[in-house]
C-alpha cells in the first residue's frame, strides 16, 4: 500500500490514496501505522476517497482508531494532495467529511499548494451539538470539577467534532496529560471532548495546548483553533479575528459576520513510502 505522510503545523497523519488503494480495517491500520516506534509514525491515518457529492471526501481516523468527523489541519492537506496529484485542479474545491462538505482555497506556488483557506462552517454552541449532558444551553465560562479536585471554567464549541476551551493565565503550568485525560473523559461528553488550553495575549492574538480526542498531545488543532476563536468571542476576551500560536505553528482564524469560521494555514507534504499490509 503506498503512502504520503503529510502535516499542517506538526498535526501529522499517515495519507493514502483510495482513488488507487484499497484499505481494509481502517481502525486497525492506524493504531499500527500511527506508532511513532514500530510504525510510520503519526496522529493517525486519513483516507482520500471518491465522493458523489463533492472534489473528493475524507475519513479521519485517530491513532487510537477511533474514527473522527473532522480535522482542519488534515483538510488542508487533503485539498493539497488532490490539487498537487491533479485529482482536481479546482480552486476552490470541496471536501466531503462526517461533519458536512467543506469548501477550501488554495494558494499555490509553481504549481504546488502552500496553504489554503478553509471554511469550517458553522459552530454549534448548543449541549446538544456537542453533545454534552445536561439542560439545553450553551456552555460558556462554565464551572467543571474534575475527580482530581481541580476546578476549570469551560466553554463548549463543536466544529463538526466537540471541543472543550479553557482560559487559563499561566499555560506552562498545566498538566497538559493529567488534565486532558480527565476532562476528555468526564461523564458530562457522551462522545469524549478535544481539550484546549488557552493563554490570551492581546484581543487578537493567543496561544494554545491541546489535549486531542484519542491522539492525546498534539503539534496543533485546527478545528480546536477554530473553536478557540468562537469561545473567545462569546466570553468578549477576544476580537472576531485572532492570530493562534500553536506548539506546530500558527494559524489565523476569523469568526465571520455570516456565522461561519474560516482558518487560514499551511499544509506540507513529507514523504511518500509503501507499507506492507502484513508486516512481519
Same mark, same amino acid.
Given at each position: 500500500?503506498?503512502?504520503?505522510?503529510?502535516?499542517?503545523?506538526?498535526?501529522?497523519?499517515?495519507?493514502?490514496?483510495?482513488?488507487?488503494?484499497?484499505?481494509?480495517?481502517?481502525?486497525?491500520?492506524?493504531?499500527?501505522?500511527?506508532?511513532?516506534?514500530?510504525?510510520? #509514525?503519526?496522529?493517525?491515518?486519513?483516507?482520500?476517497?471518491?465522493?458523489?457529492?463533492?472534489?473528493?471526501?475524507?475519513?479521519?481516523?485517530?491513532?487510537?482508531?477511533?474514527?473522527?468527523?473532522?480535522?482542519?489541519?488534515?483538510?488542508?492537506?487533503?485539498?493539497?494532495?488532490?490539487?498537487?496529484?491533479?485529482?482536481?485542479?479546482?480552486?476552490?474545491?470541496?471536501?466531503?467529511?462526517?461533519?458536512?462538505?467543506?469548501?477550501?482555497?488554495?494558494?499555490?506556488?509553481?504549481?504546488?499548494?502552500?496553504?489554503?483557506?478553509?471554511?469550517? #462552517?458553522?459552530?454549534?454552541?448548543?449541549?446538544?451539538?456537542?453533545?454534552?449532558?445536561?439542560?439545553?444551553?450553551?456552555?460558556?465560562?462554565?464551572?467543571?470539577?474534575?475527580?482530581?479536585?481541580?476546578?476549570?471554567?469551560?466553554?463548549?464549541?463543536?466544529?463538526?467534532?466537540?471541543?472543550?476551551?479553557?482560559?487559563?493565565? &499561566?499555560?506552562?503550568?498545566?498538566?497538559?496529560?493529567?488534565?486532558?485525560?480527565?476532562?476528555?473523559?468526564?461523564?458530562?461528553?457522551?462522545?469524549?471532548? &478535544?481539550?484546549?488550553?488557552?493563554?490570551?495575549?492581546?484581543?487578537?492574538?493567543?496561544?494554545?495546548?491541546?489535549?486531542?480526542? #484519542?491522539?492525546?498531545?498534539?503539534?496543533?488543532?485546527?478545528?480546536?483553533?477554530?473553536?478557540?476563536?468562537?469561545?473567545?468571542?462569546?466570553?468578549?476576551?477576544?476580537?472576531?479575528?485572532?492570530?493562534?500560536?500553536?506548539? #506546530?505553528?500558527?494559524?489565523?482564524?476569523?469568526?465571520?459576520?455570516?456565522?461561519?469560521?474560516?482558518?487560514?494555514?499551511?499544509?506540507?507534504?513529507?514523504?511518500?513510502?509503501?507499507?506492507?499490509?502484513?508486516?512481519?
Amino acid at each position: 500500500m503506498k503512502f504520503t505522510k503529510m502535516h499542517g503545523i506538526g498535526n501529522d497523519y499517515v495519507y493514502v490514496n483510495c482513488f488507487k488503494e484499497e484499505v481494509k480495517e481502517p481502525p486497525h491500520l492506524a493504531t499500527i501505522i500511527s506508532d511513532r516506534h514500530f510504525g510510520v #509514525g503519526s496522529d493517525g491515518l486519513i483516507l482520500i476517497l471518491p465522493s458523489k457529492v463533492a472534489d473528493c471526501k475524507m475519513r479521519i481516523f485517530n491513532a487510537d482508531g477511533s474514527e473522527a468527523q473532522m480535522c482542519g489541519n488534515g483538510i488542508r492537506c487533503v485539498a493539497k494532495y488532490v490539487y498537487d496529484h491533479k485529482i482536481t485542479q479546482k480552486n476552490p474545491l470541496t471536501v466531503e467529511t462526517l461533519a458536512g462538505i467543506k469548501t477550501i482555497q488554495l494558494f499555490a506556488e509553481n504549481g504546488k499548494v502552500t496553504s489554503a483557506r478553509v471554511n469550517m #462552517g458553522k459552530p454549534g454552541l448548543m449541549r446538544s451539538e456537542i453533545p454534552m449532558i445536561g439542560k439545553e444551553t450553551q456552555v460558556v465560562d462554565e464551572l467543571l470539577t474534575l475527580e482530581s479536585g481541580v476546578s476549570y471554567r469551560i466553554t463548549c464549541v463543536s466544529m463538526g467534532n466537540p471541543h472543550c476551551v479553557v482560559f487559563v493565565d &499561566n499555560i506552562d503550568t498545566i498538566d497538559l496529560v493529567k488534565h486532558g485525560t480527565e476532562i476528555e473523559r468526564n461523564r458530562l461528553f457522551p462522545e469524549r471532548i &478535544n481539550v484546549h488550553f488557552v493563554k490570551i495575549h492581546t484581543p487578537k492574538e493567543v496561544t494554545i495546548k491541546t489535549w486531542e480526542r #484519542g491522539s492525546g498531545i498534539t503539534q496543533a488543532c485546527g478545528t480546536g483553533a477554530s473553536a478557540v476563536c468562537v469561545a473567545g468571542v462569546l466570553n468578549k476576551r477576544t476580537d472576531r479575528k485572532i492570530l493562534a500560536h500553536l506548539p #506546530g505553528g500558527d494559524l489565523k482564524l476569523e469568526w465571520a459576520e455570516d456565522d461561519h469560521v474560516y482558518m487560514t494555514g499551511p499544509a506540507t507534504e513529507v514523504f511518500t513510502g509503501e507499507w506492507q499490509i502484513n508486516p512481519s
